[in-house]
C-alpha cells in the first residue's frame, strides 16, 4: 500500500436518525483507528438530494458524540451544536465536492471506462418489463455502450439529457479479498453498467464515494454487508484510474432473534431511541461492540476503551448478529451497577420525577429500586409506588387465614419493637443486622415469619407486591416507617 497511515471513514447518508447498524459501523471504523493510532474520519454523503433530511446531519454528529464514538476529522458538530469540519482533505460534505466527482467521470469517460447513456426512463421501464418477462436479471442491455463519440458529443451538444455510465467488463470474474469473508469472487456478466453521473449532473454514491476515498487516502473501508455486491464496480474505478484501492471489510447484517432482517422503523433501530429509552451510552456501545465480535469469548462486558485496545478487524464474523434486547438490558444494568452511589444518584433523581419532604430517604429509594432496574426510563415507575399514600381498605393486610385481629397485636408489637431501637438500629446499609434482630425477636415470640413479615411489609408499602420490609424499613427510616404502621393498625 502506497499510504503507510492508517486511515478510516465512516460515511453516512444524512436521511434521518443514526441506526443502530450505522454506530456498530462508526463504532468499529473508530476502534480500528484508535487500536493502530490511525485516522478515523466523518464523511457526509448527501449527494442524493432527494433524500436529503433537514437536520439529519446534526442528528448523527450529535447521537455519534452522546455515545463517545468521535471522528478526528472530517464534519464534527461543536458545543454549541454547530457543524464544522476540520482536517487537511475536506471539504467532507460530499456535495461540496460535486465538480471534483464531474471531472472524475468525465476522465473515465476519455479514459473509455465510462460512458454517456441516453436511454430514456420509458425505455429503461420497457426494458425492465421485457426482463421480468423472460424471467431475466433486470439490467441494463448496453445499448449506449459503443455510441460513437463524435456522435455522442452531437446529442450532448444538442441538449439531450443524458447520464454516465461505468462501462464494465463482460465477462470474466473478479475476485475481491475482503478482511472479514476472505476472497469473493463476481461474475462481471450479471454486474450492471452502474450509473455514476445522474441526469441532474450529480455523482451517485459509487463514484462519490469511491473517489473521495481515494482524494482522502482512506486504506480501510468498513461498511455493511449490503455494499458486498458493489465492491467490483468500485474496484473497477480504483483500477481505471491506476490508484491503490483500500481494503475492504463487510459487517454482518444485523438480525432479529428470529433471524428476519431487521426492521427499519425508527422506534425500533434509532440510537437517540435507545438513549431516550434510558440506556447509557457506554452500555449501548459495549451491546453494539459485539454485534459480530467478541474480544476474548469469556466474558461480555468491556469498556470502550478496553474494546479500542482489544479490537481485531479480521476476528469478526460473517454470519448475521442477532439484535438481542434482552441482552443489552443485561448489560444495561451491569453498568447501572457498576455506578459509583454518587454517579448513580446523580443520573437517576432527575428521572424520579416525585416530589418526597425528605431528600435522603428518595435516595435511598433510589438506591433501592437499583438492582430492579433495566433502564433508566423506568426510574419513575419503580419509584413511585414507594411513595403512594397507602390505602389500606384495599389491600390485604392480614397472612392466609389470620384474623384481622391478629394482625392489628402482631403490627402493634412491631410497631413498640421498632420504636424502641437505638439510632444504629435505623441507618443506612444496616439492612442485614435489621433482618437477623427482627428474626431473632419473631423467633424468641415464637410466630412464624410470615404472619409477622406479611402483615408488616404491606402495611409499609401500601402494596402486595413491594420490596422486602427489612429494605423498606431501611429505606425509610424510623419516622417514616412508624407512620406507616400505625396508620395500617388504625385501619384494621
Ligand atoms: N453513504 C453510504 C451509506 O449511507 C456509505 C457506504 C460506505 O460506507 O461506503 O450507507
Redesign the pocket.
Known sequence: MSQTRLRVRY???PTGYLHIGGLR?ALYNELLARKHGGDFILRI?DTDQTRFVPGATENLCSSLKRCGVEANEGVWIDDQGNLIERGEYGPYTQSKRKEKHKAYAEQLVTMGKAYPCFCTSERLDKLREEQQLMKQPTMYDGHCRNVASDETQRRIMAGETYVIRLKLPKEGNVTIDDVIRGQVTFDWKLIDDQVIIKSDGFPT?HLA?MCDDHDMQISH?I??EE?LSSTPKHLFIFSSFGWEPPRFAHLPLLLNPDRSKLSKRQGDVAVEDFLEKGYLPEALINFVAMLGWNPTGDREIYAHDELRSLFALENVNKSGAILNLEKLDWINEQYLRALSENAYLELVRPLAKISVEDPAILDRALLLIRERLHRLNQVHECISPLFQEPNYNEINLTWKAQSPETAKEILNEVRNFLHAQSKSFWEWGNRTAIEQTIKTWIAEKKWQNGEVLWPVRVALSGQEKSPSPFELLETYGKEMSLKRLDAAIGSL
Open positions: 460515511a453516512p447518508s459501523t454523503e454514491y464515494s473501508v461498511r455493511g455494499w
